[in-house]
């Protein structure tokens, strides 16, 4: 854990760098200090069926939702929802200055009943 879903509209493809914007994220998890780097995985998802607000096609929207397990204190997660959110609306730059957006992020916290097997971890040592 954790894992980072980005959810973009379409119309958005070419003001994103969606690699970047990924890479963002991931290195803003990486750099909480909260995970441990083989245990981040974070992914993006473009959208071609969305409507946002009063349906102009120049809207668009981008989510981001990471999930992770419980147990950090409120501090903790607060200060990585900042980190997020900062690295996320640095990689937007471009899009906020040719789309109106809605941009949102959530935190979930999962609980420890979930089954998992990470081989990942095991390389990176």
């Keep these: ?21 990924v890479d963002a994220l991931h290195l803003a998890a990486a750099g909480s200090g909260l995970f ?9 998802a473009r959208r071609e069926q969305y409507r946002v ?13 990471a999930r992770f397990r419980e147990g ?20 937007l730059a471009r899009a906020y200055d040719t789309h109106p957006l809605a941009v949102t992020l959530e935190l979930h916290e999962i609980t420890q009943r979930t089954f998992r097997r990470n081989t990942v971890k095991d390389r990176n040592g």
């Design 1 to 21: 854990m954790p894992h980072i879903t980005l959810e973009y509209s379409a119309n958005l493809a070419e003001a994103i760098d969606v690699q970047g914007a």
């Design 72 to 91: 950090r204190d409120p501090a903790q997660v607060e200060a990585l929802g900042e980190a997020l959110f900062a690295s996320l609306n640095t990689a």
């Design 53 to 65: 607000g009063d349906g102009d096609p120049a809207n668009g929207f981008v989510q981001v939702i």
């Design 36 to 44: 441990d780097i083989g245990a981040i995985r974070t992914r993006a």
